[in-house]
Structures are given as structure tokens and as C-alpha cells.
């Protein structure tokens, strides 16, 4: 795999930075930024295009292999990314396959794109990560020779590839806040901001154990810890793929004011979080924060 593949899918990099006149930042003297990494291309939206790509590159063509759940952003960009590059791509996916019948709209989607579903049960997907688990695993698929992404695309190359994420945004804030799946767009964010820039962490999923994983993540990427950074774990809704009433209706206000599509289970847990900061004092008054739009809604 060459960078010519991978210049002439044209990604919109550095992705643009958006000001917003919102009335609950302004009001407390705080402003809002947004860093549209939703527009670096129309199928690797955000933080998969930065994860993917080296990752991709790393593959050199080999069939790739990837694990996700049934409703998984991961799976879908990657296929996404095969069909562009000419890549054949396996998704190994959470549950049993009866359960996964008939396929929902983003497993359809994979298959669409000519990924290739291969179902494990949970017990099994909980050790996917063992090398005598994931042998296996990768021989029932029919993929031992293949090169493997784990769950979410995190692993060393891609948050070295997210520490051009924080490089981008030197200078233009004080807080730059992302939404956290498995911790590696945050890691690689934290160690390419600047002096004095802080990076602030959204786990959509409850749990309490990102913080861990984001050290290991960092520490096989960097050799060790990497920028000022923290977790907010509030504000996940219930957990991954869970929403509320009130968050609905909190993305489609945010929608109705600025005209941007809010995705629900990542971008609208981190937009309402920060709203509810600024109202608590957490920022002072002069201060620029900057939300990393990392994904869009599904078919938009």
C-alpha cells in the first residue's frame, strides 16, 4: 500500500476549525470551537481516517481484519476503506450470528462495502485480544496470514496517527474536548497539543477503566506518558449505543441552532457535557474551548 492510494481518496487536511456563537458559552465569557474532523471525507469520517490510515498503510494490501459490535463505527469505516483501496476486509463481530439476523443497517452496510461478517460469541469476543483466542478466531475466519486492527482501531500506529489531531490544533485553545470509545483518539490528541493546552476526554462508555488503557495506549506509542489530559465520566447516557430523551433533544436544538448534524452516540454526550461544564464554572471566563467533531450520523 503506497501514499499515492491513500492522496488520491483527497482528504480535507488539516480539517476546519468552526467558531460558534452559542449563548451558553457566551454568556460566561467562554467560546466555542469546532474542529470539523466529520468533513476529512465523505466514507473515513474523523478519528477513522487518522486510526485507519497508518494502520492501512502498515497492512500493505494483506486482508484486514477488525473487531467490533453489531451497531460499530470501526467496522463500518473499515469497510469502507477496503471497497476504496481495493483491501479485502473481514469484520469479527460481537454475538452469535442468528442474533445478527436479519443484518441491521450498518452490518448491511459492511457487507455492501464487501466486508466479510465473521460471528464469535461474547464469552469468546472477551478474550479476542489472547493470542491463543485470537489464533483461533482468525483460523475459523479463514484469515490467519491477515493483519490486525483491534476493537476500535487503537493500537500504537493509529494514535500516533491522532497525535496530528492535536498538531493541528496548537495555539487554537485552551481545552480541546473529544468523545472516548477505547481511548486511543485522546491519547494521540493529548501528546500533539501544545504547552499549556489541556485535553479533555468523553467516555461514552461506563466503567471507570479508560484511564488505564489510555497509559498503556500512550506508553506503547510514545514510550510513555504524553500531554495534560483528563477524563469527564458523567455523561455516558446509560453506555455505549444508550441515548436519553434529553440528549435527543439536546442534539436537535444544538442542530437547529448551528445547522450541524450532531451524531448521537459519540459528538452529542461530548457537546452536552460541555455545556454542562461551562454552566458549573469549569472554564474560566477568556477561555477557548474546541470539541473535536469525530464522527457524523449514520447515512449523513
Known sequence: MTSADFSALRPRLPSEVQELTDGRFSRHGVRLVLKRDDLIH????????????????AAAGRTVVTFGGAYSNHLRATAAAGR????????????QELA???????????????????????STYRRK?????????LRAAGAQDAYVVPEGGSNALAVRGCRALGEE???RGDVVAVACGTGGTLAGLAAGLGPGQRALGFPV??????????????????????????????????????????LEAFAEDFEQRHGVAVERLYVAKLLYGL???????????????????????FGG
Open 169 to 171: 490544533l496548537r495555539g
Open 129 to 137: 485480544a489472547e493470542p491463543e483466542t485470537q489464533a483461533a478466531v
Open 84 to 95: 476504496l483501496l481495493g483491501i479485502p476486509t473481514v469484520g469479527v463481530v460481537r454475538g
Open 42 to 57: 465523505p466514507e473515513l469520517i474523523g478519528n477513522k481516517w487518522r486510526k485507519l490510515a497508518p494502520n492501512l498503510k
Open 275 to 297: 455545556a454542562v461544564l461551562v454552566e458549573e464554572g469549569a472554564f474560566e471566563a477568556g477561555e477557548v474551548v474546541v470539541a473535536v467533531v469525530t464522527g457524523a450520523p
Open 205 to 246: 462508555l461506563k466503567g471507570g477503566f479508560l484511564s488505564d488503557d489510555i497509559r498503556a495506549l500512550q506508553a506503547e506509542a510514545f514510550g510513555g506518558p504524553r500531554g495534560d489530559w483528563r477524563l469527564e465520566e458523567r455523561f455516558h447516557f446509560g453506555g455505549y449505543a444508550r441515548t436519553t430523551p434529553e
Open 100 to 122: 445478527h439476523r436479519p443484518l441491521n443497517p450498518s452490518l448491511a452496510r459492511c457487507v455492501g462495502d464487501g466486508m466479510r461478517l465473521h460471528f464469535i460469541d461474547r
